[in-house]
C-alpha cells in the first residue's frame, strides 16, 4: 500500500513540475526592459522616442528621444492664440519634404470662436517653424494614404451651413513629394532595442521629476568617450558599445558614479 501510495505522489509531483516547466517555457522570452515616467511612444518613421508635455493652454512641448533615450531636441510649440493643442499626427523625416528635419502635423481646437473656426491644422518642422497652414473648420480629421507608392495626405473638413442648420463635408486631397513613411508602425508604445544584444548595455541613473542633465562616460584613463543629455523622462540610456575596446568604463550622473565592463 505504501509502494502504491508513493507511486501516486510521485506521479502527481511529476506533473505539477512538467505543468511548471511549460509555463516558465511559455514565458520566457518576455522581459521588462525599461519603465517610463511617462506617455512614451516609439515612431518607426524617425526612428525616434516622442514625449509630449501639454503644460498649459498656451505652450506644447515636444520632446524627442533617441533610440538610447537620450535627448535629441525639445521643440517648443505656440499655439495660436485661444486655441488650445488637440493632436499631433504624421512624425516623418521625409515625408512632407526631401531635407533631413523632422516634421509633424498638429491640430487645435476653440471652442469660443464661430463654429466654422474651432479646429484649425498646421504643419511644424523640429525647429517650430510653421511649413503650411492647412485652415479652418468645424473639425479636421487628417489621414494618409498612398496611390502606386506615392504618399497622399487628406483632410476631411466638417463645416456648418447656418441658414440650412446642418453640418457638411469637404475633403482636401495633397500630394506629398516625400517617401519613407511607414503607414503600419506610426506610432508603437513600444521599443525597438533590443537589451539583449550583445552592442548595448543599459546604463540606469535616476533623475528628479522634470531634471534634466547629461550622462559622461570614461574609459580606464578617465577619458571622456561619450556624453549624452538626459532627462527624467527615462530611467537609463541604451549604450551602443559596438565600437568600444574591451575595458572597463564609468559614467557619472551629477554626483552619481557607475562602473560597467566591455567585453
Do not use: W
Amino acid at each position: 500500500m505504501r509502494r502504491k501510495y508513493n507511486f501516486v505522489f510521485t506521479l502527481v509531483l511529476g506533473i505539477a513540475l512538467l505543468l511548471n516547466a511549460l509555463v516558465l517555457k511559455a514565458q520566457a522570452g518576455i522581459e521588462l526592459e525599461n519603465t517610463f515616467n511617462d506617455h512614451v511612444y516609439y515612431y518607426s518613421s524617425i526612428q525616434k522616442y516622442v514625449n509630449v508635455v501639454h503644460n498649459n493652454r498656451n505652450a506644447v512641448t515636444v520632446n524627442l528621444y533617441n533610440e538610447d533615450h537620450s535627448i535629441y531636441k525639445s521643440i517648443n510649440i505656440m499655439p495660436p492664440y485661444g486655441y488650445d493643442y488637440s493632436d499631433i499626427n504624421f512624425y516623418s523625416q521625409n515625408l512632407f519634404n526631401d531635407d533631413e528635419e523632422i516634421e509633424f502635423l498638429v491640430t487645435y481646437y476653440n471652442n469660443n470662436v464661430d463654429k466654422n473656426k474651432i479646429s484649425m491644422c498646421k504643419l511644424y518642422n523640429e525647429n517650430g517653424s510653421v511649413l503650411e497652414d492647412f485652415g479652418y473648420a468645424y473639425y479636421i480629421l487628417p489621414s494618409l494614404y498612398t496611390i502606386d507608392n506615392l504618399y497622399k495626405l487628406r483632410l476631411e473638413k466638417r463645416f456648418y451651413n447656418a441658414e440650412g442648420n446642418r453640418y457638411y463635408y469637404s475633403t482636401e486631397v495633397y500630394s506629398l513629394p516625400g517617401s519613407g513613411y511607414s503607414l503600419s508602425s506610426n506610432g508603437v508604445q513600444v521599443q525597438n532595442v533590443n537589451t539583449n544584444n550583445n552592442n548595448v548595455v543599459a546604463l540606469p541613473y535616476y533623475l528628479e521629476s522634470g531634471d534634466k542633465t547629461e550622462m559622461l562616460i570614461y574609459d580606464a584613463n578617465n577619458k571622456l568617450v561619450e556624453k549624452k543629455e538626459i532627462d527624467s523622462t527615462f530611467d537609463r540610456v541604451l549604450l551602443n558599445i559596438a565600437d568600444y575596446q574591451a575595458g572597463t568604463y564609468y559614467y557619472s550622473v551629477d554626483d552619481s558614479n557607475h562602473k560597467f565592463i566591455v567585453k
